[in-house]
T-cell receptor
């Protein structure tokens, strides 16, 4: 079955520190992978996506992610976080023609 | 101009009541969805419509009935509300299957609280 697992439910970091949010996937077929961000009291919005090609994908707000097929991972990184990055982050996988399956979410908290 | 808008944003009601949530998108997309986010932030698809036709119907109690009067609108009606229905319901839209690369455009959510 196709699924994604986010390994950390909460990640606290200090402002301007680097951060990595971990995501592992399970799939027997080629995958399309995504990271979405949900700011407080808002809907989700797309941060970045991997469809094919370069395994390092860059997204909005300085985030990037690396697709690693051998480790079945798609970890999200940012070299220096800001207070405004405080949000819930969701890893997702495209399943079938029209469905996204989301991970459990990781709450990123930035401390001053 | 809000791309995907939902109403109401907050809904508090008693068990056993019937309620509706409305969604409209002005992005010109053919496909719309309802997702449910529970108290632990877990997000799960409920329904999807493509140009007014139901294409995804997950295992959802039949107390939940979606309706799409046209491709820009998708409403969700819930009968006989139960405590476990308390959640945030998100509407989303996207390009149709042939052009769908995984980008969903979400509304801001409708928080339903059943007392």
């Amino acid at each position: 079955a196709q699924s994604v697992t986010q390994l950390d439910s909460q990640v606290p970091v200090f402002e301007e520190a680097p951060v990595e949010l971990r995501c592992n996937y399970s799939s027997s077929v080629s995958v399309y992978l995504f990271w979405y961000v949900q700011y407080p009291n808002q809907g989700l919005q797309l941060l970045l996506k991997y469809l094919s090609g370069s395994t390092l994908v860059k997204g909005i707000n300085g985030f990037e992610a690396e697709f690693n097929k051998s480790q079945t991972s798609f970890h999200l990184r940012k070299p220096s976080v800001h207070i405004s990055d405080t949000a819930e982050y969701f890893c997702a996988l495209k399943k079938g023609a029209q469905k996204l399956v989301f991970g459990q979410g990781t709450r990123l908290t930035i401390n001053p | 101009d809000t791309a995907v808008s939902q109403t109401p944003k907050y809904l508090v009601t008693q068990m056993g009541n019937d309620k509706s949530i409305k969604c409209e998108q002005n992005l010109g997309h053919d496909t719309m969805y309802w997702y449910k986010q529970d108290s632990k932030k877990f997000l799960k698809i409920m329904f999807s419509y493509n140009n007014k036709e139901l294409i995804i119907n997950e295992t959802v109690p039949n107390r939940f009935s979606p309706k799409s009067p046209d491709k820009a609108h998708l409403n969700l009606h819930i009968n006989s509300l139960e405590l476990g229905d308390s959640a945030v319901y998100f509407c989303a839209s996207s390009h149709p299957a042939g052009d769908f690369t995984g980008e969903l455009f979400f509304g801001e959510g409708s928080r339903l609280t059943v007392l």
